[in-house]
């Protein structure tokens, strides 16, 4: 048996919080435990579905309710503390899991004792499950994992399985925005944890217009460094590697979307069997294909002329004007696009 670990928060959507709770009902294993951490206040909408599921789930669904909104890493570290089972699944409110996820994985880590985190391939959709526009590929083995952790985070967060025990070993879940995932994984990486990834994609995440936006700002490029330090002085990664990695970060949060996005489709794969849903907005599909082009012809024309020093010292002057960040990651734009367009310009 195990728990699957939840945080919800104001801005969730009842109706992504719905089809959450259904994946999980729908899985083909059905002996967990669910814990749904409630990170401060919640609209109506939202408590309408925590209650319907109940309802349903019965004893199964835990709700833990913070009286203010205190940010992921500490939901969870504190919803960590109410799972019973050692083995525990996470999952976000607004994604979907396949209906053999949780079984695979449980199966995998009951037959692997030496692994302590398993998580999976995931695919990318827009609106519903069945409007799948990408896969995002993983590194299988724990050799293959621990090569990778000085350039980014191997470890798909949110369709991760992970024991209980070894976690808190290291602390558990710390409060460091947008990165709470990469920090626990790097300290139990540093702690010789072993990891793996099921190559089969059991995971859907939902992508949105501001996917490439969070992947920005002043906040997650400091933490960024921060934990390339930690791995640096706990030596897991060389000089070399640390010093590649701060240029590589500088970079991608600093710059456009457009760029950003043309990076990060380099590292997932086109699924073929992609259909537009909503029949209705081909013509909005279309304009919205032909601006991704033209961000992705920009980011190949800045790549080509690439200077690492006029890039970091232009972005990150104008960086703090760009935007700022609630502790979720929303942005809230502060100037318009023009203005940043000008000072792409200027490059």
Known sequence: MFSVLM?????????????AFKSLYEQTFKDFQIVLVCDGPLTKGVNAQIEKWKSVFKEKLLVVRLKENK???????EGLKHCKYDIVARMDTDDYCDPTRLEKQYNFLKSHLSIEVVSCALKEFVETPDNVISVKPVYETHKEIEKKFWFRN????????????????????KDLLFLEDYYLWSRMWVNKSKFWNLTEPLYYQRIDKNFYKRRAGITQLKNEIFIRQYLYKNHKIGLPKFLASIVIQVFLRSTLPGIRRFFWSKI????????NINKRNDEN????????????????????EFDEKIIIKKYLEVLPEISELDNRGK?????????????????
Request: no cysteine.
């Open 7 to 19: 945080s919800v928060y104001h801005i969730e959507k009842p109706n992504y919080l719905d089809l």
């Open 71 to 77: 940010g992921l890493g500490i939901a969870l570290q």
């Open 154 to 173: 191997p470890i798909n967060h949110p369709a991760a399985m992970f024991r209980k025990k070894t976690v808190l070993k290291v602390g558990g879940y």
């Open 268 to 275: 997932r794969k086109k699924y073929k069997g992609y259909k």
């Open 285 to 304: 599909d279309r304009i919205e294909r032909g601006k991704k082009k033209t961000s992705e012809e920009k980011g190949k024309k800045v790549l080509k």
């Open 331 to 347: 942005m809230k734009p502060q100037i318009s696009q023009n203005y940043i367009d000008s000072k792409a310009q200027e490059l």
